[in-house]
Every structure is written in C-alpha cells, then in structure tokens.
C-alpha cells in the first residue's frame, strides 16, 4: 500500500483492515469546494499542523459538519518531496499512554502551496486565495522565529529592511510577503479576516500583529500602497489577531513508528530533512492531548472548531489559560526533567518519570510550588491539567521526546517559567518566597548542567543556547553570583528575592563529585 488517493479508493479494506481510519467524505468533492470558495488557509504545514489543525478539520469534514478542508503553505522540501507525492495526505499515529495506538489518514488539505523563492506560481495563487470572499481565517504554526524581522544586534535583517524599503510588489521577507497578501484582500473591497497564530509563544496574536503593522505603516509613511492600508490593519473589527493558547506534543517522525507502519504494508514513508533543518515524513507521531484555547475574534465568521474540541473565550482568559501552562502546570515541568535527564544519563522524559526522585521534584514544583500561585482561567481546571502532564503526558512511553531537546535556549525559558512563580511568591501576603525549594534546586541544577559532566563524570554535548558564551566561564570559575543576579535570565535578581545564596548551597552540594547531583536531589525530597 501507498499513501495516496488511488490507493485508499481501490485498497480500502486492505487500510481498514490493518487498523486505519480513512477519510469520512467525499476527498474530490472536498478538494474542489475548497479551491473554489476557501475558508480556512494555515501557514506554517509541519508535524503540528498535520496532527492538530488538519485533523480538527478532518474531524468535522467527517461529521459533514464543513465540506471545506484548509489550503496549506509551508516549505518547498515539504510541499515536493513529502507532501504532493501522497497527494496532500498526511498518516497521523496517535500513542495513547496506555499503549495502544490510533492510526488516521488525514485528507484535510486541499491544497498545498509555498511562499519560497522562486515559486511565483504558487504566490500568484495565494493572492488568488486572499481576495476570496469566503475566506474567514489564516492560521499560523510557524514557531515564534517566525515573527521576528530583526537580527540578534536588533536591526532589520536585509530582507526586511529591503521589503520595507520597496513596498508589497515583491518582498522576499516571510512577513513581508504574508502583509502584502493581506493588502491585497485590502484593495480587493477592505474584507474582513481573522490572523490566528497557534504558535506556543506568549501573546501570539500580538507578535503576529506587531510584524505585519511594521510592515503596513512603513509601506503607508512610504507611499507604497493606498491611504488606508494601515487602518485596515490596525482595525480589529476589519483584521483581527487573536491570542491563542496550544498544547500538543508532536516529536520528529520515529523509527520505531515508522518500522509499525512498514509492518502493515505501507511504503515509501521515510523521513526527509528539509532545508530549514526540521524533520518531516508522511506520517507525524502525536500524543493523545491536544487543547487549543482561542480568543473569539473572527471579524468575518469562522467554522465552528467548538465542534471538535477548540475552546472560544475572550483575550483574557487565553491569557490566563497561558500562564497556568507556561509558568506553572507544563513547560516549568519540562524544563526540569530536562536538565537533569541530562544530568542523570536519561534519554526520553517517560523514563524520567519512572526515576522516583525526578517524578517527586517535578510533583513538588508543580502541586506544592506552582499551584498555590495559578490563577484559575475557568475554562481548564489547572489541577486536572497538571494531573494529566504528570500522570499521562510525561509517562507515555510512546512519545519519543528527549530532555536533550528541551533543553535547548535553557536560559531564554527560565524567567518565564520560573520567574513569574516568585514574583507571585514576592506579592503574595499569604506565601513566602523562602519556602520555595524545589524552583532553586532546578536553578542550581541548570548551573550544573552548565558543566557539561553528568553525575557520573562523563562529558555531555551542551544543547544550543544563545548565553552559551556568556555562562559557562562563570560556572567553570566557580562564581555564579553574576548569573544568580541577571533578572534578563530568572525574571529577578536572585539575591534581591533571598534565594541566590540558596541555589549557591545547592549548586555546591551538586559539585561534590560523582553521584552528587542525585545524592542533593534525594536529601531535599
């Protein structure tokens, strides 16, 4: 069996026979109702997309609830060797805790186009796209990288700054070309359209704002484009830029995946590496929970993605849904098993969990630590969400994700996901931020980490990270006070909130030879 259209019309019991779930609607009908009259195109077509996004809509074309699917934009390496070849189709492996799996062909997209350079065709019909009546939403999964226009020095990179400099005739820019569609539904009659960013970063929807706004004044200011561009823009009730809140765990294609699909007679499903360095294969492996929290802002109408799980609220409450999962119920979490996964010699974070002193950190910086501080959005319980990360998220020992790769950009997560909790601390009458324990000893653990020696001496590779540089002499030295003080890397100055000196006591217990890291971890239990 291969993975394209002819193949599910003419071996369709072979695919039901070996456990899949096919395409519940009429795929021609679909694809040809979707081109004519687009409603929803999403940018950014990775391993995300295809479990998330494209199955929400799968789900509701099966329950006839759309008889539209989404057009798709990504990256050419996709789009020709990944993507065309399986007709647009995408085989997604759900790994349920428990241990068994969900096999799904997903038959969503509609189309699948690129913005590279050199592709003019596909461009010319993405302008096509965006001067469509029906069209109600642009999605984005396109990491927040993606919204940046300046370089590390804070200068627009050349790209941009040519496209700002030129107008919206031929950016070469991401943002740039993604604005000049955007002036193009402009002229076409100022029609309405919702910009959703679902990528995992904070307040998306304004970052995505704030790069297409650069865009559209400084074209204005310029004259290269007609009086009221950057009004449209600026107008929620004509473009909107919702906040979103997204959840799912989608790794690189695995092999052990790969080899179960093999073993049911699919061919021709090897992963590729695309020019932009990310992995991708026509199948994506996903764990089983997904939330996707959205402010209700869609000037032109939307599907209603209630029906397959999406939850709708307003800006306020994303925001707190936000901050329940990246300072306190998840990415905190993560981040710990991810330093000290290195630390101990573990290769995936389910194996962490069967470590009981990793399992009793994270429990105690997440119930005892971070929940006395969360504010409750309303919309997710924040102790049945923690429940769920600790108890079938992180054990699923299907998911194949590594503390190595979490542990990437530690020093850009840490203010953030363990800053906030003391500054809750520090506000709060009731609480003493004194009495935090396990947050310091993840502290003192990263200054570990820095050494690049795991608990049994033996050298390990740094995972990237921009401060890299700038850390790892201080550590190697011996002094860690200047890192404990640098707010830019805890949200405070550690000192000043009374827990530098406290790291430093960890931080040396941890240094004292081999087996030490664990030895200081168990005496704090």
């Known amino acids: 069996m291969r993975l394209n259209v002819q193949s599910l019309q003419e071996e369709k019991e072979l695919w039901k026979a070996a456990g899949y779930r096919l395409p519940q609607f009429d795929h021609k009908a679909m694809v040809q109702a979707t081109r004519e009259n687009p409603v929803w195109i999403h940018f950014g077509a990775g391993n995300l997309f295809r479990a998330f996004q494209a199955n929400v809509a799968q789900e509701l074309l099966d329950k006839k609830v759309l008889d539209r699917g989404v057009i798709a934009v990504g990256d050419r390496d996709t789009m020709e060797r990944s993507s065309h070849p399986h007709d647009d189709l995408a085989l997604l492996v759900t790994l349920k805790a428990d241990g068994t799996i969900e096999k799904t062909i997903v038959g969503s997209v509609a189309e699948y186009l690129t913005m590279d ?151 021709d499903l090897k992963p590729i590496v695309t020019s932009m360095n990310t992995y991708i294969a026509p199948f994506v492996n996903a764990e089983e929970c997904q939330y996707l929290v959205v402010e209700d802002a869609f000037p032109g109408g939307r599907p209603p993605l209630e029906q397959a799980g999406l939850i709708f609220t307003d800006r306020e409450t994303v925001d707190k849904v936000e901050k329940m999962k990246v300072c306190t119920c998840l990415n905190p979490l993560h981040t710990a098993l991810a330093v000290f996964g290195c630390l101990l010699g573990h290769d995936t974070i389910s194996d962490e969990m069967k470590d009981d002193t990793l399992r009793k950190l994270v429990e105690g910086i997440g119930y005892d630590e971070g929940l006395p501080v969360v504010v409750d959005p309303g919309v997710l319980d924040p102790k049945r969400f923690l429940d769920d990360v600790l108890h079938i998220r992180f054990p699923n020992p299907f998911m194949p994700d590594t503390p190595q790769r979490i542990a990437t950009d530690t020093s850009q997560k840490l203010a953030v996901r363990f800053g906030e909790t003391i500054k809750a601390y520090q506000a709060s009458p009731q609480l003493d931020v004194k009495d935090l324990k396990k947050i310091p000893l993840v502290f003192a653990g990263w200054l570990r980490y820095l050494m690049g020696i795991d608990d049994k001496g033996r050298a390990f590779q740094l995972s990237p990270d921009p401060l890299l540089d700038t850390v790892c002499p201080y550590v190697k030295e011996g002094n860690v006070r200047p890192i404990l003080e640098k707010e830019e890397i805890f949200g405070v100055d550690l000192y000043e909130a009374g827990l530098g000196d406290t790291v430093e006591g960890y931080f040396k217990e941890m240094m004292a030879g081999p087996g030490a890291v664990r030895r200081t971890l168990e005496k704090y239990e």
């Open 117 to 267: 350079a050199g592709y003019e065709k596909e461009y010319a019909r993405l302008k096509e796209i965006f001067v469509k009546d029906s069209l109600q939403m642009a999605t984005f999964t396109i990491t927040e990288k993606g919204y940046n226009l300046t370089a590390s020095d804070g200068a627009f990179t050349p790209e941009v700054e040519e496209d700002l400099r030129e107008g919206p005739e031929s950016p070469k820019s991401f943002m740039g070309k993604v604005t000049a569609l955007l002036y193009e539904r402009f002229k076409s009659g100022k029609k309405p359209l919702a910009m959703v960013s679902m990528d995992n970063c904070s307040h998306n929807g304004t970052r995505l704002y704030e790069a297409v706004s650069t865009f559209s004044m400084k074209w204005s200011e310029n004259g290269r484009t007609e009086a009221g561009f950057a009004d449209y823009i600026a107008d929620p009730e004509q473009v909107s830029f919702p906040w979103t809140m997204i959840d799912k765990i989608t790794p690189r294609p695995d092999a052990s995946v790969e080899s179960i699909l093999e073993k049911d007679g699919i061919q």
